[in-house]
């Protein structure tokens, strides 16, 4: 008899066209696990209403259904992997906050999936799509919940006015709702903050297209032909928190010792034109352009990239240097552990490991990557991590024992944690329900259910 599929519910905080770390890497993880075939996958991605759209979205891209904005996903991920696997994609309604620069779900987005079909759901930033949540209880609906943290919130926070006061209040939030919601939790570095049943594994993977890119690369070290023609780079969203701020000081402390670096700086965002001005009062060759695709052909040429970062939690840009064959110079911290097993990645602890560390890579050639070192940086290989610290391999569902009648009078440790973690959710619960409490915590007002303009561009009906 065959074994029934379980289905798997992909949860994530932002969509495609805005090329966020949380609606790529989602969007990959659901096609390799449905390629997988072991599971019948669904994404469920946020809908915002065209209001939104144009705070959001780059060059003012508009959508004025669900269905068109699935058929824009799609086709992106096609032209990335080729041939599509099955999966499905869902909407639930999201508002877009400018004071969190993030969107946050509006109403109990767990009402996206039925009862019959809802066996494992993957929450995509965990604390994110929970901070606010009211409605049906994650672990009551879903058989099993598994929370990826993507972001490193609390090295934001503290960058803010009142930053560590805010940092924390919001780590005891996060370990709250990440613990009440979900069963086990998957770190991508320990540069993230520390919650309760929680484990550190890197389930992210690079697009295919930069292991090709890598794989031609090698093909030319091999052959001894002169692979890499220009010097060193940075890309990343110009904010001074995506590390301009210690790329730029490195650079101005020690120009003397750099002289004759040229390097050239790709991104956009609220900080660009101070970045560029800061640039250009150096004396080095620093120059500063728009952000682009990483897989441009304009990156393929470069030898190395230096990315001093440390507020990713871990860098896709670096893995996807890495894939490419490249040098990549970074800070000995946390959120580059994963990185540390491969030759081309030189990590610096000091501002003098630095500037050796980066003059010595722009006079020597990258080692060529081992097949067994570009398969760890596929999405396959972040697929196989995934499954396995997650622990979702198809097995069949355990039923819970009834009571022996001669326990009736004890209670064992498990069932008062279980008795004490029901309570503290109904807590939350009951404040994630009152109006003026959800927004002196944060959120956006009047999203506890959907308007009925989201209401009908999502096919749903209206709440009232």
Not at 18 to 36: D, H, Q, S
Not at 134 to 154: A, D, Q
Not at 223 to 249: C, D, H, N, P
Not at 396 to 412: A, E, L
Request: hydrophobic fraction near 35%; charged fraction near 25%.
């Amino acid at each position: 008899m065959a074994r029934k599929q379980q289905h798997v519910t992909i949860f994530t905080t932002a969509s495609l066209p805005w090329m966020t770390g949380t609606a790529v890497n989602p969007l990959f993880r659901a096609a390799y696990l449905a390629k997988a075939s072991d599971w019948e996958v669904t994404l469920v991605v946020p809908w915002l209403s065209k209001g939104d759209q144009v705070l959001v979205y780059p060059n003012k891209m508009k959508f004025s259904s669900p269905a068109e904005q699935e058929g824009y996903v799609r086709r992106w991920l096609e032209e990335r992997i080729g041939v599509l696997p099955k999966f499905n994609i869902r909407f639930y309604p999201g508002k877009f906050s400018t004071e969190k620069r993030s969107i946050l779900p509006v109403g109990d987005i767990t009402q996206t999936i039925s009862d019959d079909r809802a066996d494992i759901a993957v929450l995509e930033e965990p604390e994110h799509l929970t901070w606010y949540h009211h409605g049906r209880r994650w672990k009551n609906k879903f058989r099993k919940v598994i929370g990826v943290v993507h972001t490193n919130y609390l090295e934001y926070v503290k960058r803010e006015k009142n930053g560590y006061i805010s940092a924390f209040v919001l780590k005891y939030i996060n370990s709250w709702v990440t613990d009440i919601y979900c069963h086990k939790v998957i770190r991508l570095s320990a540069a993230t903050q520390d919650v309760p049943r929680s484990v550190v594994c890197n389930v992210h993977g690079v697009n295919p297209k930069f292991i090709e890119i890598g794989k031609l690369k090698h093909q030319q070290l091999c052959q001894r032909e002169q692979a890499f023609f220009k010097g060193a780079y940075y890309i990343g969203k110009m904010v001074w928190s995506k590390g301009y701020t210690e790329l730029l000081q490195l650079l101005h402390k020690h120009q003397k010792e750099l002289s004759g670096l040229k390097m050239e700086l790709y991104g956009s965002g609220e900080d660009a034109d101070q970045v560029k001005a800061s640039a250009e009062r150096l004396n080095l060759d620093i120059r500063v352009y728009p952000g682009r695709d990483h897989g441009d052909s304009i990156f393929h040429d470069y030898k190395v990239f230096i990315n001093p970062s440390t507020t990713d939690v871990v860098c896709t840009t670096t893995a996807e240097a890495l894939a490419m064959g490249k040098i990549v110079i970074c800070a000995n911290h946390p959120s580059n552990e994963f990185f540390k097993r491969f030759p081309n990645c030189h990590m610096y602890s000091t501002e003098k490991e630095f500037v050796r560390l980066t003059m010595k890579a722009l006079a020597e050639e990258p080692i060529p990557l081992s097949e067994e070192l570009r398969h760890e940086l596929s999405w396959e290989a972040a697929t196989e991590r995934f499954v396995r610290v997650a622990d979702i391999a198809q097995t069949m569902p355990v039923r819970q024992q009834p009571s022996s009648s001669q326990k009736f009078m004890h209670i064992s440790p498990d069932e008062l944690k279980k008795n004490m973690e029901e309570a503290s959710a109904f807590f939350h619960n009951t404040i994630s329900g009152i109006e003026a409490a959800r927004c002196v915590f944060g959120a956006i007002p009047n999203t506890l259910q959907p308007d009925e303009q989201q209401c009908k561009e999502l096919g749903w009906n209206s709440q009232g």
